[in-house]
């Protein structure tokens, strides 16, 4: 993974396998947006963007990132409204008022749901352009790209229960200990990612 910095356009390269962990990573935090159990219905034709992961996925079918899914999926009996993940993306705007914060979610929950699901379409086309070349990037893509990555390493500390210093340093020593955990890289290096694109934008 690199960035030219400099002025824009910036040049972004991803390694195979990261253009395909960033996929997967998409179709998690998609399926969690959307509301749908498994994977969203969307078309696999790789002449599609959207169908980005039938075109990349690595050759090796016991990769451990294949596990993700499951590992990333709602907790066992947890209803989906309940995820602590999408409390994080859809905080309550009203949260000592019920009513009010109900209210609130009833007019804004499907736009908020939109706009997110829309930033994700756009970075899988831009992933469909890694793929096979540099992505040359102006501000307005770094934008909608790092309010999609910070959304999904904020689902990714949830499920690692990272809240603050004291929890991440426990969320990667827990890592260290087990060379099976791919959850810890990933938001690792989806932090390395979003501090790349922060820097060369503000250059």
Not at 38 to 62: E, I, K, M, T
Not at 125 to 153: C, F, G, H
Not at 190 to 196: D, R, S
Request: no cysteine.
């Amino acid at each position: 993974m690199r960035i030219t910095a400099g002025e824009p356009p910036w040049a972004l390269e991803f390694e195979p396998e990261e253009t395909w962990m960033l996929g997967v990573l998409l179709d998690v935090y998609e399926s969690l947006v959307s509301g749908e159990q498994g994977p969203v219905d969307r078309p696999l034709d790789p002449s599609d963007p959207a169908g980005l992961l039938g075109a990349v996925q690595p050759n090796h079918l016991s990769d451990p990132f294949s596990f993700w899914e499951a590992d990333l999926d709602e907790r066992p009996g947890e209803e989906p409204q309940d995820d602590p993940a999408l409390r994080r993306l859809f905080p309550d705007a009203y949260p000592d008022d019920q009513d009010a914060n109900d209210e609130f979610r009833r007019f804004t929950a499907a736009g908020q749901r939109r706009e997110r699901l829309d930033q994700i379409l756009d970075v899988r086309v831009d992933l469909d352009v890694l793929s096979t070349k540099p992505l040359m990037m102006q501000p307005e893509r770094v934008e909608y790209w790092l309010r999609t990555i910070n959304a999904i390493r904020l689902v990714l500390a949830t499920r690692l229960g990272i809240v603050d210093e004291l929890s991440a340093d426990r969320a990667e020593q827990s890592a260290g200990d087990d060379p099976s955990d791919v959850i810890y890289p990933a938001y690792e290096w989806l932090g390395v990612l979003i501090e790349m694109l922060v820097e060369v934008s503000w250059e």
